[in-house]
C-alpha cells in the first residue's frame, strides 16, 4: 500500500444509537465501542499509520446524565488498567489532548502513569481528546500567546500560523491526513478545528460499536484514491 496517512483522527459516534437498536442502556453502546478502539489501533498500526487520534470526550459530553459521564470515566480507567501495559510493549506512546485539569483526579493520575510509562516509545502514538473542544482549544492558545505578548516573551508582529500551532495542544503532533467519522452524521463536532483544515474526510454510516479493522482499511484505500491539493 502506498500513500498511508501518517496521521488519522475519528469521530467514534454512534455508541448510544446501537444500544438503543438493541433495547440497551446507553453505556451498553460505550462497552462495546471499546472494542473498535482495539480494531482501529491494530488496523492503524497494520497499514503503517504512525499516529491514531479518538475523539473520546469532548467539552461538550459534560452536558450528558451525570451517571452516564461517570460511567465512561470508570470505563477509561478500566482500560488504562488493563491496556498501559500492552501499550507499552507494543511500542504505543500513550498521549492525550484536552482541558486535563478539569478531569477526575483518578483519571489524572491513571493517565499521567501510563504517559509517563510509554513516553519514550516511538513506534506508534494513541492520541485521546479528552475534555476537548476544537473552540476551546483555540482559546486556550490566544490566551497563551497574550500572556506570553504582555511579558514580552512574544513580538505580535512574529505570529504566522506556525507560531500560532506551536501554541495549540497537539504542537508537537502533524496535522491529520484523514478524519473518519462514523454513524453518517456529516459535521465535525468542534473537533480538531484548526487542524483539520486540510485533511481528507471518509464517512460511513456504520455505527462506532461496529466499526472493525476492516473499516479503517477501507477508509484508508478511499484516502490514496484522493489527490490532496491544499488549496493549489
Given at each position: 500500500m502506498s500513500s498511508i496517512p501518517k496521521h488519522i483522527a475519528i469521530i467514534m459516534d454512534g455508541n448510544g444509537r446501537w444500544a438503543k437498536k438493541?433495547?440497551?442502556p446507553k453505556i451498553a453502546g460505550h462497552h462495546a465501542g471499546a472494542k473498535s478502539v482495539e480494531?482501529?489501533?491494530?488496523?492503524?498500526r497494520e497499514a503503517g499509520v504512525k499516529i491514531l487520534t479518538l475523539y473520546a470526550f469532548s467539552?461538550?459530553?459534560?452536558?450528558?446524565?451525570?451517571?452516564?459521564?461517570?460511567?465512561?470515566?470508570?470505563?477509561l480507567e478500566d482500560y488504562i488498567d488493563r491496556k498501559a501495559n500492552d501499550l507499552h510493549k507494543n511500542?504505543?506512546?500513550l498521549s492525550v489532548i484536552g482541558r486535563?485539569?478539569?478531569?477526575?483526579?483518578?483519571?489524572?493520575?491513571?493517565?499521567?502513569?501510563?504517559?509517563d510509562k510509554t513516553r519514550n516509545n516511538g513506534s506508534f502514538m494513541l492520541n485521546l481528546a479528552l475534555n476537548y473542544g476544537g473552540r476551546a482549544e483555540i482559546v486556550d492558545a490566544v490566551r497563551k500567546i497574550?500572556?506570553?505578548?504582555?511579558?514580552?516573551?512574544?513580538?505580535?508582529?512574529?505570529?504566522?500560523?506556525?507560531?500560532?500551532?506551536?501554541?495549540?495542544?497537539?504542537?508537537?503532533?502533524?496535522?491529520?491526513?484523514?478524519?473518519i467519522r462514523t454513524s453518517g452524521e456529516m459535521r465535525v463536532s468542534n473537533f480538531l478545528l484548526w487542524q483539520i483544515s486540510y485533511s481528507e474526510i471518509y464517512v460511513t454510516k456504520k455505527l462506532w460499536p461496529d466499526f472493525r479493522?476492516?473499516?479503517?482499511?477501507?477508509?484508508?484505500?478511499e484516502y490514496q484514491?484522493?489527490?490532496r491539493r491544499y488549496g493549489g
Open positions: 438493541r433495547g440497551l480494531e482501529a489501533i491494530t488496523a492503524a467539552t461538550e459530553n459534560w452536558s450528558r446524565p451525570k451517571h452516564e459521564v461517570a460511567a465512561l470515566f470508570k470505563l511500542g504505543i506512546r486535563l485539569e478539569g478531569l477526575p483526579e483518578g483519571v489524572c493520575k491513571k493517565l499521567a502513569a501510563a504517559m497574550v500572556s506570553d505578548c504582555r511579558e514580552q516573551k512574544l513580538k505580535a508582529d512574529l505570529i504566522d500560523e506556525a507560531v500560532f500551532s506551536s501554541y495549540l495542544y497537539t504542537k508537537d503532533i502533524p496535522d491529520p491526513d484523514l478524519l479493522k476492516g473499516d479503517l482499511k477501507k477508509a484508508i484505500a484514491k484522493r489527490e
